[in-house]
């Protein structure tokens, strides 16, 4: 990494830091067997950032703590199995759930990666980090279990934030890419799900107005297809739950994010076309593609995945995340929390 892609990546984290710094916010960290946990939630509390708090069973914590030469005192640590509670949040698991019974919903919750999805669910944290541990389809599992989704969403999704160096003129410039991590072939109601919570993410991580762009093969029907059609149904069914969002297509990427470009492809008037900032791609294989080529050939910062569509906020970690990765992915989340203003 550039000694400016660091600096870049440097600015836009701390723009996000002095956003919850003040805010006494918590994130529940539940694979505190991992060393990478502890040293990633040091800094965490050393830095002012947020409340961390770390589970997991107490000789596997301290055994990790012991490994990265932290000293836990200070520090939250919560084993789920003796927690008083754990029966509180079982009950509250079973909730009107007629196929499992409070024995069966207290085993459950007594994994750590439930029990912090419960710990948020309940309020008694924030937001929850994981991922480091655990498979991203057990992050996925546990959030909609616990925290369950947004209202009108049913389809958990994943978005990157793009930084680009220099773009049209301006400096760092930030997207949001999705989905590019989770949703293979979405349908039309599932490709609207994902507009509908990336343009929530960007709401909350974006200092512009988030203008979401449907991106295709095709523009304004310049091009046929099955795909274009389905880019075209999930438009329609965004419009119809979320009025309010500016959203458009199907472009093209071209049409989506140079203003003299659209001028010539789209005639008739767009609060989106040519001026987009979050990018809605058909398929994982564009989505992936894209936000790749954009990190290298463009040497821009490519931050995420991060899952999006759940009620409160659950992020997934890379297995091969590092502790900068954890720390950063903590402050990204903790910025999605609404402020009581």
Same mark, same amino acid.
């Given at each position: ?7 870049? +990546? ?8 002095? +956003?919850?710094? =003040? ?11 991992d060393?990478?946990? !502890?040293?990633a *939630? ?11 708090? !770390?589970?997991g ?12 030469? !932290? ?12 927690? %008083? ?7 509250? &698991? ?22 912090? =999805? ?16 655990? @498979?991203?389809?057990t992050?996925?599992?546990? =959030? ?11 389809? #958990?999704?994943? &978005? ?20 590019? *991590? ?5 349908? *039309?109601?599932q ?10 993410? @960007? ?24 795909? @274009? ?16 969002l ?6 093209? *990427? ?15 008037e767009?609060? #989106? ?17 894209? &936000?790749?080529?954009?990190? &290298? ?18 992020? %997934? ?19 999605? #929390?609404?402020?009581?203003?």
């Amino acid at each position: 990494m550039t000694k400016e892609n660091a600096a870049a +990546k440097q600015s836009i984290i701390e723009i996000f830091t002095d +956003k919850i710094k =003040g805010r006494n916010l918590s994130v529940v960290l539940p694979e505190g067997r991992d060393p990478r946990i !502890i040293e990633a *939630a040091h800094q965490i509390k050393e830095a002012g950032i947020a409340v961390p708090i !770390i589970l997991g069973k107490s000789e596997q914590v301290e055994a990790a703590a012991q490994e990265a030469g !932290i000293d836990l005192a200070g520090m939250t640590v919560i084993d789920p199995r003796d927690s %008083d509670r754990l029966d509180d949040y079982a009950a509250m &698991y079973v909730g009107d759930r007629e196929d499992i019974s409070q024995g069966v919903a207290r085993r459950m919750v007594s994994k750590a990666v439930f029990f912090g =999805g419960m710990m948020v669910k309940a309020g008694d944290a924030d937001v929850m980090v994981a991922g480091a541990a655990s @498979a991203t389809a057990t992050v996925i599992q546990a =959030g909609s279990l616990t925290v369950g989704l947004a209202s009108g969403i049913d389809t #958990v999704s994943s &978005y990157f934030l793009m930084i680009i160096p220099e773009f049209q003129g301006e400096t760092d410039k930030p997207f949001i890419y999705a989905d590019c *991590a989770v949703n293979i072939d979405p349908t *039309a109601e599932q490709l609207a799900d994902i507009a509908m919570a990336s343009g929530q993410s @960007a709401k909350c991580l974006l200092t512009d107005t988030p203008r979401v762009a449907m991106l295709s093969y095709s523009t304004r029907g310049s091009a046929a297809g099955p795909s @274009a059609e389905k880019v075209l149904d999930a438009l329609r069914i965004v419009r119809e739950k979320a009025p309010q969002l500016a959203v458009d297509g199907e472009f093209q *990427a071209d049409s989506a994010i140079i203003a003299r470009v659209a001028a010539k492809k789209v005639k008739d008037e767009s609060a #989106v076309a040519g001026q987009a900032n979050v990018l809605i791609f058909p398929d994982l294989d564009a989505g992936n593609i894209a &936000y790749k080529l954009t990190q &290298y050939m463009a040497n821009a910062k490519a931050i995420g995945p991060f899952l999006q569509g759940f009620a409160k906020p659950i992020a %997934d970690l890379s297995r091969g995340a590092s502790v900068s990765d954890i720390v950063t992915t903590s402050i990204i989340t903790l910025a999605l #929390v609404p402020s009581a203003d």
